[in-house]
């Protein structure tokens, strides 16, 4: 069984394989016990050129990622990114593209060392387009609390760790939610399933810090720099889940959700109930940079061809 998404090559440990050949063995480590970690990446294309979003800085969670779990991968930040953009080439990609590296510990007895196994490191890339189908979601609190920074690395973006966002996922789709806001074990707001969030309270941005346990996001990152350099205030500190609900504007921000606007929280109405002016002019900065079109951040974009 396979799924055709468009793409015809898999990069895994410095090969191409075919993308319907790119299998694993029932008896791999990382099937059994969540040992992987990995990246999602997009790239856009704007008509004559793909382009790679922060790139290195993914690379370098990625490797930060390895780090934490004591992983070993053959490959430094420089090779990696030489083989993405292999991938990508190789692909003959000319359409918006989701990355995913994926590192994972490999074949093995049923045990727990993992000392021993070979680490596999994978590149799938294939055209992708939007992740939530919706512009606006309607999102609930979820009852489950987000994994705590004291029981797993948070700054690492691992395959297990997200069995607890696939809770949370569920528990929201199951109750006709699109979403989940998850609150860390101190009740503080944390994130969503696989994105960081943003409020707008008063004309200032307020995002939860990385000490309530969040993924170190880089569209995060990215728009705290693109919203302070467009001159509103922007607070990184904890946020109630009261203050989830008299937000102005409420926004999901990650590689994958992009910027999405929250328009309900537990079917309590976010602002005016549409998209607010602060989320609509940085989605539309936002989707200019990744094109190119804004000169002062084309150094966070990786030219493919
Ligand atoms: N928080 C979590 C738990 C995430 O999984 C992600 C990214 C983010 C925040 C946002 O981080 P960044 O801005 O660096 O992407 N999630 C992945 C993505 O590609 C996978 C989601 C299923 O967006």
Redesign the pocket.
């Known amino acids: 069984m396979s799924i055709d998404l468009g793409a015809k090559y898999v990069w895994h440990n410095g090969e191409f394989v075919e993308w319907n050949d790119a299998r694993v063995h029932v008896m791999t480590n990382a099937l059994h016990y969540g040992t992987g970690v990995f990246?999602?990446?997009?790239a856009y294309w704007n008509g004559d050129q793909l382009y790679v979003f922060r790139l290195k800085d993914?690379v370098t969670?990625l490797l930060n990622s390895v780090k934490l779990y004591g992983f070993g991968i053959g490959y430094n930040a420089d090779e990696l990114i030489a083989a993405i953009k292999e991938t990508l080439r190789k692909n003959e990609f000319r359409t918006d593209v989701?990355i995913?590296p994926l590192v994972i510990k490999g074949v093995g007895p049923i045990g727990l060392d993992i000392r021993k196994l070979k680490t596999d490191v994978y590149i799938i890339a294939f055209p992708y387009g939007r992740?939530f189908e919706k512009e606006g979601i309607e999102v609930m609190v979820s009852s489950w609390r987000r994994l705590s920074g004291q029981t797993v690395p948070m700054l690492a973006?691992v395959t297990g760790?997200?069995t607890n966002?696939i809770l949370a996922k569920l528990e929201a789709l199951n109750r006709g939610f699109d979403d989940a806001i998850l609150l860390n074990e101190q009740g503080k707001v944390c994130?969503?399933?696989?994105?960081?969030i943003m409020a707008v309270r008063d004309g200032i941005i307020i995002t939860p810090p990385l000490s309530a346990g969040?993924?170190?996001?880089?569209?995060?990152?990215?728009l705290i720099e693109v919203a302070k350099d467009a001159g509103f205030m922007v607070v990184e500190r904890d946020m109630e889940r009261s203050e989830l609900y008299v937000a102005d504007e409420l926004f999901f921000?990650?590689?994958?959700?992009e910027i999405t606007p929250i328009l309900k929280v537990d079917g309590r109405t976010i602002g005016n109930g549409g998209v607010g002016p602060v989320t609509k002019k940085l989605k539309s900065v936002f989707t200019d940079i990744v094109r190119g079109k804004v000169e002062k951040y084309n150094k966070w974009l990786e030219p493919v061809w």
Do not use: F
Not at 191 to 196: F, K, L, R, V
């Open positions: 990246e999602g990446i997009r993914h969670r989701y995913r992740y973006k760790h997200y966002s994130e969503g399933t696989g994105e960081n969040i993924l170190d996001g880089i569209t995060r990152k990215s921000v990650g590689t994958a959700a």
